[in-house]
């Protein structure tokens, strides 16, 4: 299917565990963003990417991986999972810097919950 | 570093009220700004942005915002509010030269009927 498809969509890990989220576009956008929502602190930018094997860190990176060895996915991994990481986390996508916000497209979201 | 900040962080308001959602930006470059909403269960969508040109922009659904350079501020703004605007609201930036875009806190909305 066309779009932007995140999974899983649901989560539940333990403290300690390593979780990979898996993000997957199929307009072949340049940039790509993880960010998580959490009630009081809206979307915080965890990593993006501007191209295949570029990332760079967001607001929030301490505790995450990303990498970008295609240009159709964005998985992010927690390393070792803490109960501060549980949250939702969302996906998105847009082509080129001067579109970038106006043509934003979002992943459904994964829902997290760390044990 | 690159942030924004909305100051409300829940607005309640009975319909045909005006409303103006605060949202501040810390940047010294070129800015580019959005306004986004979430209505319940779904996505953020567009309501407006500014890249450059006339300060003042209008957006979907009767909202506009105010660009002000000197205040580093691109206040969000509707002349009488309707139930259906009842939703959060998401200020955001992405300077010049990164493509890191950067959302506030975000503002919850409530209009009463």
């Known amino acids: 299917d066309a779009g932007i498809t995140q999974s899983p969509r649901y989560k539940i890990t333990e403290t300690g565990r390593q979780v990979t989220l898996m993000c997957h576009q199929t307009?072949?956008?340049?940039?790509m963003f993880w960010y998580r929502q959490d009630l009081g602190h809206g979307l915080r930018l965890i990593y993006y990417?501007?191209?295949?094997?570029?990332?760079d860190k967001g607001e929030v990176p301490d505790g995450y991986v990303v990498s970008r060895s295609k240009t159709e996915n964005f998985p992010l991994t927690l390393e070792s999972a803490t109960r501060s990481q549980t949250s939702v986390y969302f996906c998105?996508?847009?082509?080129?810097?001067?579109?970038?916000?106006?043509?934003?497209?979002f992943g459904s979201g994964t829902q997290l919950s760390v044990l | 570093a690159q942030s924004v900040s909305q100051h409300n962080h829940h607005v309640i308001l009975s319909e045909a009220a005006s409303l103006e959602l605060g949202c501040n930006y810390s940047?010294?470059?070129?800015?580019?700004l959005f306004w986004y909403v979430q209505y319940p269960g779904q996505h953020l969508q567009l309501l407006l942005k500014?890249?450059?040109?006339?300060?003042l922009v209008k957006g979907i659904k009767g909202f506009e915002a105010e660009f002000i350079k000197s205040k580093f501020s691109f206040n969000l703004r509707k002349p009488s509010v309707q139930w259906s605007d009842t939703a959060e609201y998401f200020c955001?930036?992405?300077?010049?030269?990164?493509?890191?875009?950067?959302f506030g806190q975000g503002t919850t909305l409530q209009v009463k009927p």
């Open positions: 990417s501007a191209a295949a094997d570029i990332t």
């Open positions: 307009w072949s956008h340049s940039y």
């Open positions: 955001a930036v992405t300077s010049g030269n990164t493509g890191k875009l950067i």
């Open positions: 998105a996508s847009s082509d080129e810097r001067r579109e970038l916000g106006e043509k934003l497209f």
């Open positions: 500014y890249f450059s040109g006339d300060p």
């Open positions: 940047y010294g470059g070129t800015v580019n």
